[in-house]
């Protein structure tokens, strides 16, 4: 386990890459949100977010949200997703808001437990976004 420090708000491009390393080998990161810590990890490796379940000791049957960093990330994981929806988006977004949409094939079962839908969160956190815009992939976390 290491200790890289974000909260200071100088971290480095380095510090990105590790972390980014990390998700990208299929491992798991603990992560401020907007509203609490959480285990983190790519939504789009099964076997990643296996991890992020059995760390928490989470039910497989409850569904887990995705952490994604731009609009056009959202379009990339849903669809159908309504004009009215996309109000609330671009009023609420970035912030501590999670929408619930009908997801697409590229979101893995495990994510969303079986269920049509996907929970989607664009944080406010300037290192999420970074670290999800480094990664250029929506990241899941509980």
């Known amino acids: 386990m290491e200790y890289i420090d974000i909260k200071s708000k100088n971290y480095l491009k380095k510090d990105l890459k590790k972390i980014a390393e990390i998700i990208r080998d299929s491992g798991c990161i603990i992560i401020p949100t907007d509203t ?7 939504a789009l490796d099964e ?3 296996k991890k992020v ?9 409850k569904p887990i949200n995705i952490l994604v960093s731009n609009f056009e990330m959202i379009k990339e994981v ?3 997703i309504s004009l009215e929806e996309e109000k609330i988006m671009k009023k609420f977004f970035p912030g501590a808001l999670t929408i619930v949409f009908e997801k697409n ?3 893995p079962e495990i994510v969303t437990s079986g269920f049509n839908t996907v929970g989607i969160r664009m944080p406010k956190n300037k290192f999420l976004l970074d670290l999800i815009n480094f990664l250029r992939s929506a990241t899941c976390y509980n």
């Open 36 to 42: 609490v810590y959480g285990i983190a990890a790519s």
């Open 47 to 49: 076997n990643a977010v």
């Open 53 to 61: 379940f059995e760390l928490k000791n989470r039910a497989f049957s």
């Open 78 to 80: 849903t669809k159908n």
């Open 105 to 107: 094939d590229k979101i």
